[in-house]
Nanobody
């Protein structure tokens, strides 16, 4: 069974940086697409960054040039480096995985069937 465990969330001031980690396990034998989603209070869950099974990367417009997604296959960790954080970036950040190639749906939550428990990010003064 796929297991995804996020960490690295916390509180930070506007303009600050955080790096989230998602330790994954049991993603074996086949290629997987993975992504980071976030959900603010009262908001829908939105995809912010994804990396396909072919290592193509996509970002939501709201985070382009501020967030960087990367994957360390040797350590089985998916990262999300976040900089220039604003209060609008606050929310619970989730890691998600889906077997196989995704591109058009890479940031669509409905395409994923494996999710972590989430890690809270709060950006405030």
């Amino acid at each position: 069974q796929v297991r995804l465990v996020e960490s690295g969330g916390g509180s930070v001031q506007p303009g600050g940086s955080l790096t989230l980690s998602c330790k994954y396990s049991n993603l074996t034998y086949e290629k997987w697409s993975m992504a980071w989603f976030r959900q603010g209070t009262g908001d829908d869950r939105e995809g912010v960054a994804g990396i396909s099974s072919e290592n193509r990367i996509k970002y939501a417009d709201s985070v382009k040039e501020r967030f960087t997604i990367s994957k360390d296959n040797a350590e089985s960790i998916l990262y999300l480096q976040m900089s220039g954080l604003t209060p609008e970036d606050s929310g619970v950040y989730y890691c998600a995985a889906r077997r196989g190639y995704l591109w058009l749906g890479l940031l669509g939550q409905g395409y994923y069937n494996s999710w972590g428990q989430g890690t809270q990010v709060t950006v405030s003064t």
